[in-house]
């Protein structure tokens, strides 16, 4: 019997072509409760880069690299969590 063995991969001189980093923003009116949050969260926290929640003036700003997900697609995953938003810059 062979003794097992590790291999180590060497990664940090890899180059990842992510592009630029985009942002949009949407008017939830929602947004001070916390179950809002986090319906915001797990429709689209994993594929964003910063979620950012601005209450006074009921805003969420994303901050997403296109490659990895689209508004449409951010639309169609918030509208699956039945929130009522607005999306202000496309």
Do not use: C, W
């Not at 990842?16 to 926290?45: H, P, R």
């Not at 901050?63 to 009522?84: A, F, G, R």
């Amino acid at each position: 019997m062979k003794p097992k063995q590790r291999m180590y991969i060497d990664a940090r001189h890899e180059k990842f072509q992510l592009g630029n980093a985009k942002q949009v923003t949407y008017v939830i009116e929602e947004i001070d409760e916390d179950s809002t949050k986090q319906k915001i969260y797990e429709a689209i926290g994993p594929y964003t880069l910063k979620i950012e929640v601005v209450p006074n003036n009921k805003k969420v700003m994303i901050t997403y690299y296109e490659s990895i997900i689209s508004p449409t697609y951010m639309d169609y995953q918030l509208q699956l969590k039945n929130l009522v938003f607005k999306r202000e810059n496309d």
